[in-house]
């Protein structure tokens, strides 16, 4: 069983950062973890990044650049800091773990557990 707790999300300008963490606990190490969001009238997550247990990074494209995946098997802590946040970055952000790699290019080949934090919410507004 895992656990996933997020927390960090709130209210920023445009162009402002935010470092979004999330506790997990179960059977997570050394898999891959990661972080979606889900935007205003969408019901689907989008994938924005994943780190395998060796550290490998994957970013969505509208991620890279400018989001940062960070893992800490230590304090079970899996960070997502975000930097130079615009509007279209205004979602309910999740972490899931552990992810499973597909064959497909879409969502930089990963594919997302059953196991879904509440999530965290962040509004980027002027």
């Known amino acids: 069983q895992v656990q996933l707790v997020e927390s960090g999300g709130g209210d920023v300008r445009p162009g402002e950062s935010l470092r979004l963490s999330c506790v997990f606990s179960g059977s997570v190490h050394p898999y891959t973890m990661g972080w979606y969001r889900r935007t205003p009238g969408n019901q689907k997550r989008d994938f924005v990044a994943?780190?395998?247990?060796?550290?490998?990074?994957y970013f969505a494209d509208f991620a890279e650049g400018r989001f940062t995946i960070i893992r800490d098997n230590v304090a079970r802590t899996l960070h997502l800091q975000m930097n130079n946040l615009q509007s279209e970055d205004s979602a309910i952000y999740y972490c899931?773990?552990?992810?499973?790699?597909?064959?497909?290019?879409?969502?930089?080949?990963?594919?997302?557990?059953?196991?879904w934090g509440q999530g965290t919410q962040v509004m980027v507004s002027l």
């Open positions: 994943a780190i395998t247990g060796g550290g490998t990074t």
């Open positions: 899931n773990a552990p992810l499973s790699p597909t064959l497909s290019p879409i969502d930089k080949g990963w594919s997302p557990s059953a196991y």
